[in-house]
């Protein structure tokens, strides 16, 4: 199969305005990380579908540092302006500046942000909130409820919503991590979003069930796995897998006539990679695939949304490398990984990573849609949110 045949045929489909958006956001998944979920999820002649895109960038990376977090990254993304790291929608002097997701709800569309992280955590929270310090997770919560009122709402951190002491649907201290527990600052939000409209789930028959144009599903006291070297308490296991709930925001959102806004994010790409945890980086990997594929089978069916697959920088300084025991690898500064087997095949290989922290590589960067041509070729990441903006049509 040709997939640069069929990307290229692609390209002259598309109408020329994007009604719809949808994001999404491999958290720390640099080339290399796109490239090893490739070879455990499809084999050295496989393609995962985020790949199997018309138009493809190369995205920098850095906030006003050199390495950037995720809370300035995903800003840049959102809004199209640098910032300092930890900073959540807001410029270097402490600004709020408006997203992409705001304009589109000014604009009628409906909006949801989807992740395996805290809903609060960086990347959703540059969407929907204004703090300068990433921390402040119930003030982002309370700010998704008030100020940017997005409309579905799927992920973990359910501590953040409760006031301390009092449990949430996720017990307290679980035996899996026992410092999780219930530390809101904004007294009981959930009530909040219930007495606002929203539908409470906090499982998958909930979500399944729910037939409400507004959705909160909290699915984990913090993130949605448990995020340990390999061996020492991993799990990479969320309670609704990441396809299941970008299916069910597709589903809810697109029953607006004008359109819809959607990030989607695994944070689990990250998260495993702080940990030099190969096995469950190329897992959550796998899984951010599949949820794109659902969002390409959407696009098929409604070929006026823009699709991109992004990333907000890379973690752990990740290189593709041979099994071999006299590599200079150690376990302290340069760890190696495996071996892991290729799908298909019986071919090995190893990962090395030479960091437990972010890289300033750039990033790649795959679209499809109305719009897309507009993420080709390198550029800074506040480039995707014009391209956002721009494919919508929307006013800043």
């Known amino acids: ?7 290229k045929e692609k390209r002259n489909a598309s109408p020329n305005k994007a009604k719809n958006v949808i994001m999404f956001v491999g958290d720390g998944m640099g080339a290399s990380h796109r490239e090893a979920i490739r070879l455990a999820a499809e084999g050295m002649n496989g393609e995962l579908a985020m790949n199997k895109m018309p138009y493809s960038g190369n995205v920098h990376t850095h906030s006003t540092s050199v390495v950037t977090d995720s809370a300035a990254a995903g800003t840049a993304m959102a809004t199209g302006v640098k910032t300092f790291n930890g900073a959540i929608g807001v410029d270097e002097n402490k600004k709020p500046v408006k997203s992409v997701l705001e304009l589109a709800s000014e604009a009628g569309k409906s909006t949801g942000l ?8 960086a990347t959703p929270a540059s969407l929907g909130a204004h703090v300068a310090d990433r921390k402040k997770q119930s003030d982002i919560a309370k700010q998704y409820l008030e100020n940017s009122k997005v409309d579905v709402l799927l992920g973990g951190g359910e501590d953040y919503w409760y006031p301390k002491g009092e449990e949430g649907e996720f017990q307290d201290h679980p035996a899996k991590d026992n410092e999780e527990a219930s530390q809101g600052t904004h007294g009981n939000l959930v009530e909040k979003a219930e007495k606002l409209g929203y539908d409470y789930v906090t499982n998958q028959e909930e979500l399944e069930g ?14 949605m796995f448990e995020q340990n070297p390999e061996g020492e308490g991993d799990l990479y296991d969320p309670v609704v897998p990441l396809p299941d709930m970008t299916k069910k925001a597709i589903d809810t959102l697109s029953q607006n006539q004008k359109g819809f806004f959607l990030m989607v994010e695994e944070e689990g790409t ?5 940990e030099n945890n190969g096995k469950l980086m190329m897992k959550a990997g796998e899984q951010l695939d599949k949820s794109v594929q659902i969002a390409q089978e959407y696009a098929k069916e409604h070929p006026d949304t823009l699709v991109l697959v992004a990333a907000d920088h890379e973690c752990g300084g990740l290189s593709i490398e041979e099994v071999d025991p006299q ?11 495996g071996p892991y087997t290729a799908a298909h095949s019986n071919q090995k290989f190893t990962l090395d990573w030479t960091t437990q922290e972010h890289g300033g590589q750039s990033v790649p960067l795959t679209a499809q849609g109305p719009g897309a041509e507009k993420l080709e070729g390198t550029y800074e990441n506040t480039n995707i949110f014009k391209a956002m903006r721009d494919a919508m049509g929307l006013n800043k």
């Open 270 to 274: 990250d998260e495993m990679s702080h």
């Open 210 to 223: 729910s037939k409400s144009h507004r959705l909160l599903g909290l699915f984990a006291n913090e993130e």
């Open 1 to 7: 199969m040709n997939h640069m045949a069929d990307a």
């Open 114 to 121: 989807v992740t395996t992280s805290q809903i609060t955590d």
């Open 327 to 337: 590599d200079e690898s150690g376990d302290h500064t340069s760890k190696e990984d």
